[in-house]
T-cell receptor, first 117, second 113 residues
């Protein structure tokens, strides 16, 4: 089946630093990748949708200058949390979309837990 | 716009007992429906999905769900749960012409020994 990986799985950083999270589709080409944020014991909130070679589309309330998304190839998207602060601590999950018939099924990565001290 | 309501935030059930996790959705257009499972500190795994056709959908790990258009529901069921089913379960919906998935708040399934 389709596999999506994320790296790192866990990261701890100091306040004010930037952190990059990678999302890779390992065995398929993903024209679209999604980034979600999940707070403890809450649901996934879509942050942005990224298409290969074009700018990401951010959901309302998500700061595009703080959460930089790059989708440089059909198998890799990155999320950079710039000038991280403790309130950015969260579980970040990406998904990659693969065309399956009439429906573009999303395959989810294992998530990255970010802790900002 | 679509929305998803999971009525129960937590469901305790004894091992080997049946379980139903409720999900209702709201949409003015045709939708696809999904159930995902999330084990602690992991990403999401697709349990099953309804795209079209038969309203009874069978998924992995013995789960099934029934799409009820008149009641706008997509409840998840399993006839006999196992301790390994302890996890968070998310119902989700997407518009048929849109890749975005809207998730419910999740239901934590707690299996009692």
């Amino acid at each position: 089946g389709a596999v999506v990986s994320q790296h790192p799985s866990r990261v701890i950083c100091k306040s004010g630093t930037s952190v990059k999270i990678e999302c890779r589709s390992l065995d398929f080409q993903a024209t679209t990748m999604f980034w979600y944020r999940q707070f403890p014991k809450q649901s996934l909130m879509l942050m942005a949708t990224s298409n290969e070679g074009s700018k990401a589309t951010y959901e309302q309330g998500v700061e595009k200058d703080k959460f930089l998304i790059n989708h440089a190839s059909l198998t890799l998207s990155t999320l950079t949390v710039t000038s991280a602060h403790p309130e950015d601590s969260s579980f970040y999950i990406c998904s990659a979309s693969s065309t399956s018939g009439n429906h573009n099924e999303q395959f989810f990565g294992p998530g990255t837990r970010l802790t900002v001290l | 716009a679509q929305s998803v309501t999971q009525l129960d935030s937590q469901v305790p059930v004894f091992e080997e007992a049946p379980v139903e996790l409720r999900c209702n959705y709201s949409s003015s257009v045709s939708v696809y429906l999904f159930w995902y499972v999330q084990y602690p500190n992991q990403g999401l795994q697709l349990l099953l999905k309804y795209l079209s056709g038969s309203t009874l959908v069978k998924g992995i790990n013995g789960f099934e769900a029934e799409f009820n258009k008149s009641q706008t529901s997509f409840h998840l069921r399993k006839p006999s749960v196992h301790i390994s089913d302890t996890a968070e379960y998310f119902c989700a919906v997407s518009h048929v012409r849109d890749d975005k998935i809207i998730f419910g708040k999740g239901t934590r399934l707690h299996i009692l020994p």
